[in-house]
């Protein structure tokens, strides 16, 4: 099914003998610029997000010491760059069965279900997508770093839905411009709590870490230790007491959509960190209320699933777009709102 015959004790030495990229950098020229800024500029496969990574990891040293981003680089310093291999050997493959929506010697692109975290982290070691795309492949790029080889872009663990995966290192550069550049689109569907004022609406409002909620983001004042987020919302279909909005992301922050729509009154249904465990309306009787919440739970996180993907090729520059169809359970629960929509 995977196209791989090895087990994955071999596959697990193999990946344990590859050696990190090791890259030597004299200053000549460019006094006075940040050094991540330098590294992207010598190393054009590497862009300066991801050299900042690296710097953070403490993978690229001056002289033999480490140091900051913003440390502005001097003739005759001599940098060394260390780029983790393609896939880190502390990652245990697992054949997980994914839904592989379109593959090439670049790119993957998988419907990632709901309940699947995006890549390893404290609390999520095994099971992730990339735990499963190991197992179907060991070409994945290193410029994520050691715990996130191949990840372009994340979906939160209970979001389902489309997302690119990069076999190498020049894909996942290409990649990562086109979604600051905006040449990516990636679109959502949620399911929202409440009947919106607004047909379409722009919500321009920073994201940082929650000053008390150290596990929650939300919205802070300016001024405040926040990164600047927008989303673009419009409505597609209105459910009496439910809005079913289009979300598209000019940022990419922690758990953007869903505070952006929490932040405006209208949480995202199933959400159990921004408040999407309302009750029903009164007009809903308790049979009704009881099947709801039987379909709620069946959801197991929150009504928001990333259905539609679009960017360049990053060998070919073809425009590839791609869908994917609402999971089961949020089409059940949407179907049953609609059948009881005066």
């Not at 310093?77 to 260390?82: A, G, L, Y």
């Not at 099971?127 to 872009?153: C, E, F, M, Y």
Request: glycine share 8%; aromatic share 6%; with cysteine.
């Amino acid at each position: 099914m995977f196209g791989e015959t090895s087990s994955l004790l071999s596959r697990a030495l193999y990946l344990w003998a590859m050696e990190p990229r090791i890259e030597i950098l004299e200053v000549t020229d460019h006094a006075g610029e940040r050094i991540d800024a330098y590294i992207a500029e010598r190393m054009p496969d590497l862009s300066r997000s991801a050299a900042g990574r690296l710097i953070d990891e403490g993978l690229v040293t001056v002289g033999g010491a480490p140091v900051k981003a913003k440390y502005k680089i001097k003739p005759g310093d001599v940098i060394r760059v260390e780029v983790p291999p393609p896939a880190p050997a502390h990652i245990s493959a697992e054949e997980i069965p994914l839904e592989i929506i379109y593959e090439d010697s670049d790119i993957i692109v998988v419907n990632k279900p709901r309940g699947m975290t995006t890549h390893p982290a404290p609390g999520a070691p095994a099971g992730t997508l990339v735990n499963a795309l190991l197992a179907r492949t060991a070409d994945l790029s290193g410029v994520g770093g050691v715990q996130r080889p191949g990840i372009v872009h994340r979906l939160d663990k209970d979001t389902s839905g489309l997302i690119v995966v990069a076999k190498n290192d020049a894909a996942h550069v290409n990649l990562q411009a086109q979604i600051q550049r905006r040449t990516a689109e990636r679109k959502y569907l949620a399911l929202v709590w409440g009947d919106t004022k607004f047909e379409k609406a722009i919500v321009d409002a920073p994201i940082g870490r929650h000053p008390v909620h150290r596990q929650k983001m939300a919205v802070i004042a300016e001024g405040g230790r926040a990164r600047a987020a927008v989303t673009d919302l419009t409505v597609v279909e209105r459910l009496d007491g439910f809005t079913l909005l289009e979300a598209s992301l000019r940022t990419g922050r922690t758990h953007q959509i869903r505070v952006h729509c929490a932040y405006i009154g209208h949480p995202v249904v199933g959400d159990p960190i921004y408040g999407g465990r309302r009750s029903l309306p009164g007009r809903f009787g308790p049979l009704a209320r009881a099947e709801f919440e039987r379909l709620l739970a069946a959801l197991a996180g929150q009504a928001l699933h990333a259905y539609r993907l679009s960017f360049d090729h990053p060998r070919t520059g073809e425009r590839l777009e791609f869908e994917a169809p609402l999971p089961h359970d949020m089409q059940t629960l949407i179907d049953w709102i609609r059948a009881h929509t005066r």
